[in-house]
């Protein structure tokens, strides 16, 4: 029982942590593959808003999700200070689009707190807990929500 | 580990035993067309043994047992003791079906019903009549027995000689098989082997890359020792070999061998002497079976490898043309060196993804194989007599249009047998022979793969089908209907012609899913048929799924790819004549047929149609099942060969886009599909079908 609370108590993870509509965010690092600055993407018929379309990440045609849509806190209007988080889900790759990349935090799983009850709702369902770190409040994205399995979902 | 290495034993085994199918099938193939001569019941023989001696390596009970029935039945037909004749060949055909589907339920681990085997088991009784088990080699367990040898080479009565033959490495290394070279020797006069395992080092000390064999061999010949030398002569210095003449015989008992047909022959044999005591193994030659092995020279590749390679060669062929466009910017004079080099290295980038993609080209054999058991049991099925002729079955195509194309085919073939072809009484009435003919026919025809079954039934009954298609609500009574639409009302969904469902093709699946599964690939099916003569269904496909001629086009600022296949012909629509419909409905005059047109722009959601069409061209595109429509499009920019790059895989379908592709800018571009966009602009049957019926 002790030993088991010790290795729960050991499970640091790291983060990268970027802002979005001028609020924080992270995601495990194991699932961000590169970070890569905006391009201009091909825009896809019938896409939902939040989909700005596809970029050639060497070869492969990768979506690109506009976090701050996704999230109810406006379109960005992407330029060239904008970054594209390329992030691996399962099968899928898709590229986060976000303002700027801003730290690799080391959090551990105590230091997860619930989503307090006042985050609205939309909000909440993306976000699966939030660290508090450098006196910021950092939002915990699901990436499993933002970007849904089934591609399908995305169009 | 050793558990990895057993897992490899075993992918190798059911690898070669779909080898080992092919050759079998091949056989029974030309014993229906009665080619065969002895050698082609020898190859069948031969395979369905392998197939039998590696599956008793693998315990695989249910496997051997059949293979033994069914190889005893070949026994007696290839000893001369049974006639081939329909009844005998369908059984046999059968079979190995039957072979086919154990080796598969073995591979994949699933249990078999034994009822079909029990009863295959008793058909064959019947005609092999009353099995001799006291012949020990038809003992139910794999023991390989020098039997056949002096059946079919009659000891010599002249010299004996001992040989030793011990391979090392480098033989095996240089591709030799001793199992080719024992054979060969075989062939020289009456042959035990004695297989003396006595260096092989416990498992834990062998090192898999050292031989560690060594055969002890008596040969009865009246050939002399230079002769016998003769056969060793491409393995010299490979090998350790003493021949020596032995006076006096010395008896080789036999005994088991391991069942293992290659375990002897392949890797091992060692330095260290006495570790293990095995027992002697006697390895009578005359069955030793992997024939197979030595012919073809080829490689099994992991296909993902493959595809990394075709991506690659994509990325390098974009490359190159991103670096032509960024020099062509640069004003370098004409003839210069780097022009030059760019032109040359651009050859090479095209050879090499042509060579590439060669790689993935199969023949359509092994599937035209496939459909003989699908002729074979939809005959039955259905109680008619049929046979199944293949064309061009060297034809090569990518390998995963092969696998998809399983599917429709399978259905085509079905329907041929069961909608196409006569009962044998219609047939005979109309002076036709009571056998059914499928054809089933491949070839290369201008950069595409052409797949062609033919059955000579009694065609399409048209008036038939048109009022299956107008009780159906499919079209309306009054339709003005050519010949060719009426055949095309076949591919309708909801359509199935026979008036009861049978039990074969009518499982609900059109021909019209049979077709969308072709034009998923790229491909178009098309239908002729002559009443009282048969009906012909063509597939035709893109040679690759990888590379596509397209036509690079603009509409509202973004670049789009056009298949070529599509594109009929391009309009000015200023001097063409345009006629407003409706609201909003335009229609384009164009070899006295109307056309609706379709703004690309407004059905991919990017703007509102455009007023004028002044400053725009029209695509004239023409889709499989023969709808057309003229596309507004802002500008035609190129014609060139574009790679296909999957939308699917990280994002999903599109209504209206078949895939992406990279252009020389490093962009994405969409590849549109006219088929979807007609479906979605006019609906699912389109309003153009009573149009182009005046054609």
């Given at each position: ?155 | ?136 080699d038809d003992a139910p367990d794999f023991q390989p027995a020098g039997l056949d040898l002096d059946l079919l080479f009659a000891p010599a009565p002249g010299g004996r000689y001992r040989i030793l033959f011990e391979p090392w490495a480098e033989l095996f290394r240089s591709g030799n098989d001793p199992a080719m070279l024992l054979r060969n020797l075989g062939r020289l006069g009456t042959l035990s082997a004695r297989l003396n395992t006595d260096h092989v080092p416990p498992l834990s000390e062998l090192e898999c890359t050292r031989p ?23 393995v010299d210095g490979l090998c350790r070999l003493e021949i020596a003449e032995s006076a006096t015989g010395e008896t080789v008992r036999p005994g088991g061998c391991n069942s293992m047909p290659d375990a002897p022959t392949g890797e091992a044999d060692a330095t260290g002497p006495d570790t293990v005591t095995h027992g002697e193994q006697t390895q009578p030659i005359a069955r030793t079976n992997d024939s197979k092995r030595a012919s073809a020279a080829t490689i099994r590749v992991d296909l993902e490898r493959v595809d990394k390679l ?293 059905i991919f959601g990017f703007r509102p149609p455009p007023e004028t069409l002044d400053n725009h061209v029209l695509l004239l595109v023409e889709t499989d099942n023969g709808r057309h429509c003229a596309l507004i499009v802002d500008g035609i920019q190129d014609q060139r060969q574009v790679v296909i790059k999957s939308l699917e895989s990280n994002y999903g379908h599109v209504n209206g886009v078949a895939a992406a592709t990279i252009l020389g800018d490093g962009r994405i571009a969409l590849i549109i599909d006219p088929d979807g966009i ?18």
């Open positions: 029982m002790l030993d088991e609370m010790a290795e729960a108590r050991a499970a640091d993870r790291e983060m990268v942590a970027f802002r979005v509509a001028g609020q924080d965010f992270c995601i495990d690092i194991m699932s961000v593959r590169e970070i890569r600055g905006w391009t201009e993407t091909t825009i896809l018929p019938h896409a939902q808003r939040y989909v700005k379309g596809v970029i050639n990440l060497r070869g492969s045609v990768v979506p690109v999700v506009d976090l701050s849509e996704r999230l109810g806190l406006g379109a960005i209007d992407p330029g060239p200070r904008h970054v594209i988080i390329i992030t691996v889900i399962g099968a899928q790759t898709v590229g986060l689009l976000a303002d700027v990349v801003s730290d690799i935090l080391t959090v551990n799983d105590d230091d997860l707190q619930p989503v307090p009850d006042i985050a609205s709702e939309s909000a909440r369902a993306y976000i699966s807990g939030v660290v508090v770190a450098q006196q910021k409040m950092i939002r915990k994205i699901d990436l499993g929500k933002v970007l849904p399995a089934d591609g399908r979902d995305l169009t | 580990m050793s558990l990895m290495i057993t897992d490899d034993f075993r992918d190798s085994f059911f690898q070669e035993c779909e080898d080992l199918l092919e050759a079998m099938n091949d056989g029974f193939r030309l014993m229906a067309e009665n080619q065969h001569e002895i050698e082609t019941v020898h190859a069948v023989f031969r395979a369905v043994h392998s197939i039998k001696g590696g599956a008793g390596a693998f315990g695989l009970d249910a496997l051997v047992a059949f293979a033994h029935h069914f190889e005893t039945g070949l026994d007696k037909l290839r000893a001369g003791k049974l006639d081939l004749d329909d009844t005998v060949l369908g059984l046999f055909q059968r079979c190995g079906d039957h072979l086919a589907d154990l080796v598969g339920s073995a591979r994949d681990e699933v249990d078999m019903d034994a009822a079909s085997s029990a009863q295959l088991h008793g058909e064959l009784d019947a005609i092999i009549g009353t099995v001799v088990q006291d012949d020990p560690h064999l060594q055969w002890e061999l008596i040969l009865e010949t009246d050939e002399t020792a230079e002769t016998i030398a003769d056969t060793f002569e491409f075709i991506n690659l060669v994509g990325e390098l062929v974009i490359k190159e043309a991103m670096l032509s466009q960024s020099i062509s910017k640069i004003a370098l004079p004409s003839e210069n060196e780097v022009s030059v080099g760019l032109d040359s290295l651009k050859q090479l980038a095209g050879e090499i993804q042509e060579g590439v993609m060669a790689i993935r080209a199969q023949p359509v054999k092994p599937m035209f194989q496939r459909m003989s058991r699908i002729v074979r049991e939809a005959a039955v099925a259905t109680g008619k007599r049929v046979r199944l002729m293949t064309q061009g079955e060297h034809t090569e195509v990518d390998k995963t249009v092969l696998e998809r194309l399983v599917d429709p085919l399978t259905h085509m073939i079905r329907n041929a047998v069961d909608h196409g072809l006569e009962d044998p009484q219609t047939r005979s009435a109309a002076g036709k022979p009571e056998e059914g003919t499928v054809i089933l026919s491949a070839a290369h025809r201008s950069g595409r793969v052409m797949i062609d079954i033919s059955d000579d039934g009694g065609g399409i009954n048209r008036a038939k089908v048109r009022k299956l298609a107008e009780d159906k609500g499919l079209i309306s009574p009054d339709a003005d209907l050519g010949p060719a639409e009426i055949d095309n009302l076949l591919f309708l969904p909801g359509f199935s012609s026979k008036d009861e469902v049978s039990a074969l093709s009518g499982r609900g699946v059109g021909l019209d899913v049979a077709r969308s599964e072709v034009q998923a690939l790229g491909g178009r099916v098309s239908i002729t048929s002559n009443p009282g003569e048969g009906t012909t269904f063509s597939i035709s496909l893109p040679l690759t799924l990888a590379v596509l001629e397209g036509m690079v086009i603009e509409v509202a600022g973004q670049t789009m790819v056009v298949p070529i296949t599509a594109v009929q012909e391009t309009l000015q629509p200023r001097t063409a004549e345009i006629h407003a419909i409706g609201q909003d409905g335009r229609v384009v005059t164009n070899r006295d047929r109307l056309v609706p047109i379709v703004d690309l722009g407004a007609i479906r979605d602009a006019t609906g699912p049957i389109g309003g153009d079908f009573q149009l182009h019926a005046a054609r």
